[in-house]
């Protein structure tokens, strides 16, 4: 049971107390004590969010969009919650990005809450804060809530997974190479924006775009397996084949966020998407994949922890010790120190 | 044990067979049953080789540049073993960077030895198989082991971690931004190379890169514990600090791979830093590091495997159910799970 000053704090959340959204989150980041029982407690209160992840290079004017396309939400009268996630240098230990301008553009509007996530140590530990910040935001009543991640690895695709529907931005003019191809992006974007498009060389930058996606979404496969391959264990591919399975051929959307250009076309894309995913029963199965490996996730750690706890440290020491001298395999160690458990 | 005939073509492979080895590294990349005992056996035959991280933006000339410094090492007489991890898209199957046209350069010639490694499945697998290669070539008896990677994500940060001196390939007109920044590669840099250096634009890639430094390396904080701020637990990061701890500052050098322009004063730096962590006693900390890193990659693998089979699989569905269904939050679901084993 989480203590009495974090119950009152989780029922003021559920009542829409803003200061209480506030103060929850900077636990979730903190990873303050007691903050998994809150977390347990508002899980029931959550599901109803769509969670849209929205990611792509620097320079991409990511968080414009981001701006304009919470401003377009709540001129409908959609709530929306907006995560950035900073990835902070390990040296300034300050945030890169931090746009706090952007802050004010939207702020004395109760529908729309902006908060930024740091890496702090892991970014595993910031995959974890913010899938729990996104619930935190879901069981406050956001019908949306945006995740702003830069494309630019690993866990950043770790993040965008949490999402429902997966925007990718690029823009004109940044290189000759579609940065997020490497990543791995591409590859999980449900929908693609090409951004500034009143730039040179927004041509080149579509049609790249539109070669990789017939590269990469040849109808004879079977778009969800194309589309969430990674998300599917290989025994459910099969049923990701499945000719009765609708298509989705990620849509490319030009706007230019600073005049709000194509804003409209976008919010219309991602209903599309959202309805795609409900009408054919995709929907369920991509929130079950979610949740395992949600729940492989935390296993894994808290079977580290565990055996971290219980393991004595002197054992751990003379066994790396050993392995440094090549007296001892490290494959040879994991037997021996799991024998002592 | 290992079989009767890995054990032979482990014997093989330290009598330097290079067939053997090319079979080995086939083994550990699908790893195959009994992998795990042949580099077990492996073992007390390494930490003999240098390992050097060569990571950089596709449209760097990285792999011009690794094969020119291994030529250039050949010529020294100096043994060279190079593994090119290749980033594959779930798309194709087939690798992105695929250049297999260097092989022919370098062919014919048994003091070197190239391996492309792909993605198979999870980016963390690669890592650990990136690892096992790295250590079948150490043990082969290879004086260098060049790792080539695209730098593009923790994944390949966790690559790049593994080597001994980590050198960051850099090319001018790449866009405005230094790629590598946002990946957090550049802070694990040993050495900066701006390759292509006769391009336009090689001084304001130089200067943003010493202006990335001057911001990242403050001499007040002692480069150790800003170069391997990561690398380095919390708890020992005053030793990291101490000031008798001689500084590193990354050089930066300037190539023309396809000229060999520069590449002897790569050489000459890659060579100090050698004799810097060695001198400084730097190096055995960093091994020390490593090694732990390795054990607990493996426990946190080896704990989750043990879990996954030993738990009754219609009991992790119908957990997965109950938080579908909201009437169980993970956190809780976790303690579940646990109270079974």
Same mark, same amino acid.
Do not use: C
């Given at each position: 049971?989480?203590?009495?000053?974090?119950?009152? @704090?989780?029922?003021?959340?559920?009542?829409?107390?803003?200061?209480?959204?506030?103060?929850?989150?900077?636990?979730?980041?903190?990873?303050?004590?007691?903050?998994?029982?809150? @977390?347990?407690? @508002?899980?029931?209160?959550?599901?109803?969010?769509?969670?849209? !992840?929205?990611? !792509?290079?620097?320079?991409?004017?990511?968080?414009?969009?981001?701006?304009? @396309?919470?401003?377009?939400?709540?001129?409908?009268?959609?709530?929306?919650?907006?995560?950035?996630?900073?990835?902070?240098?390990?040296?300034?230990?300050?945030?890169?990005?931090?746009?706090?301008?952007?802050?004010?553009?939207?702020?004395?509007?109760?529908?729309?809450?902006?908060?930024?996530?740091?890496?702090?140590?892991?970014?595993? !530990?910031?995959?974890?804060?913010?899938?729990?910040?996104?619930?935190?935001?879901?069981?406050?009543?956001?019908?949306?809530?945006?995740?702003?991640?830069?494309?630019?690895?690993?866990?950043?695709?770790?993040?965008?997974?949490?999402?429902?529907?997966?925007?990718?931005?690029?823009?004109?003019?940044?290189?000759?190479?579609?940065?997020?191809?490497?990543?791995?992006?591409? *590859?999980?974007?449900?929908?693609?924006?090409?951004?500034?498009?009143?730039?040179?060389?927004?041509?080149?930058?579509?049609?790249?775009?539109?070669?990789?996606?017939?590269? !990469?979404?040849?109808?004879?496969?079977?778009?969800?397996?194309?589309?969430?391959?990674?998300?599917?264990?290989?025994?459910?591919?099969?049923?990701?084949?499945?000719?009765?399975?609708?298509?989705?051929?990620?849509?490319?959307?030009?706007?230019?966020?600073?005049?709000?250009?194509?804003?409209?076309?976008?919010?219309?894309?991602? *209903?599309?998407?959202?309805?795609?995913?409900?009408?054919?029963?995709?929907?369920?199965?991509?929130?079950?994949?979610?949740?395992?490996?949600?729940?492989?996730?935390?296993?894994?750690?808290?079977?580290?922890?565990?055996?971290?706890?219980?393991?004595?440290?002197?054992?751990?020491?003379?066994?790396?010790?050993?392995?440094?001298?090549?007296?001892?395999?490290?494959?040879?160690?994991?037997?021996?120190?799991?024998?002592?458990?």
């Amino acid at each position: 049971m989480a203590s009495k000053p974090l119950q009152k @704090l989780t029922e003021s959340l559920l009542q829409g107390n803003r200061r209480a959204l506030s103060r929850l989150l900077s636990y979730v980041e903190n990873e303050r004590e007691g903050v998994d029982d809150v @977390l347990a407690a @508002l899980f029931p209160h959550t599901g109803k969010a769509w969670i849209i !992840g929205i990611t !792509g290079a620097p320079g991409t004017g990511k968080s414009s969009l981001v701006n304009t @396309l919470a401003k377009a939400y709540r001129a409908h009268g959609t709530t929306v919650g907006i995560i950035a996630v900073d990835p902070t240098s390990p040296f300034s230990g300050g945030a890169i990005l931090g746009d706090r301008i952007r802050m004010r553009d939207l702020s004395g509007d109760a529908g729309v809450f902006i908060r930024s996530m740091a890496t702090r140590g892991s970014l595993g !530990g910031l995959a974890r804060a913010t899938r729990d910040a996104i619930r935190v935001l879901d069981a406050a009543g956001f019908d949306l809530v945006l995740v702003e991640t830069v494309g630019a690895g690993q866990s950043e695709v770790d993040i965008v997974r949490t999402a429902h529907t997966t925007v990718l931005v690029e823009a004109p003019g940044l290189g000759d190479d579609v940065q997020a191809i490497k990543a791995g992006i591409l *590859e999980i974007a449900d929908i693609l924006v090409v951004n500034k498009a009143d730039r040179p060389g927004v041509k080149k930058t579509v049609a790249a775009l539109k070669a990789m996606l017939e590269l !990469g979404h040849p109808a004879s496969l079977g778009q969800l397996v194309a589309h969430h391959g990674r998300l599917l264990p290989v025994e459910d591919k099969a049923n990701g084949r499945n000719a009765e399975t609708p298509m989705w051929i990620p849509p490319i959307v030009q706007t230019i966020a600073l005049e709000t250009t194509g804003i409209d076309d976008l919010m219309t894309v991602i *209903e599309a998407h959202r309805n795609h995913l409900v009408d054919a029963k995709i929907f369920a199965q991509i929130e079950r994949q979610q949740i395992e490996i949600e729940l492989h996730d935390r296993l894994r750690e808290t079977l580290m922890r565990r055996f971290l706890q219980d393991i004595d440290d002197a054992i751990l020491a003379d066994v790396i010790a050993q392995i440094q001298a090549r007296r001892l395999a490290p494959q040879t160690a994991i037997e021996q120190l799991l024998r002592h458990m």
